[in-house]
């Protein structure tokens, strides 16, 4: 599968942006999916995450209560509404997937997931 993030950009504190990670191949529904991101100098966490089902989401402790993920697997594509944000929110945002048979498996480890996009940068500013 390939993944293409998108809807980075420059934003206020306080303000919202919607990321949108697009799969293409087949099979999107069997993909567990991932959001990490990586700030300038420090390295790549995680973010959130969404079974392949969409049953069973995790969220970092940083994002917790401002970022929700979602996904659609008829239209192949998952997405990270990120609200109420901070100039600490300021990275490159990265999905990643992994497929798996469990409907309710997913990780918070980066090396758990084998397919990755090119990130999209999210700017903050205060």
């Known amino acids: 599968v390939q993944l293409q993030a998108s809807g980075g950009g420059l934003v206020q504190a306080g303000g919202s942006l919607r990321l949108s990670c697009a799969a293409s191949?087949?099979?999107?529904?069997?993909?567990?999916m991932a959001w990490f991101r990586q700030a300038p100098g420090k390295e790549r966490e995680f973010v959130s995450a969404?079974?392949?089902?969409?049953?069973?989401?995790g969220y970092a402790d940083s994002v917790k209560g401002r970022f929700i993920i979602s996904r659609e697997n008829a239209k192949n594509s998952v997405f990270l509404q990120m609200n109420i944000l901070k100039p600490e929110d300021t990275a490159v945002y990265y999905c990643?997937?992994?497929?798996?048979?469990?409907?309710?498996?997913?990780?918070?480890?980066?090396?758990?997931?084998?397919?990755w996009g090119q990130g999209t940068l999210v700017t903050v500013s205060s």
């Open positions: 990643a997937g992994q497929n798996v048979v469990s409907s309710r498996w997913y990780s918070t480890l980066a090396g758990s997931y084998g397919y």
């Open positions: 969404i079974s392949r089902s969409g049953g069973s989401t």
């Open positions: 191949g087949r099979a999107f529904s069997s993909y567990a």
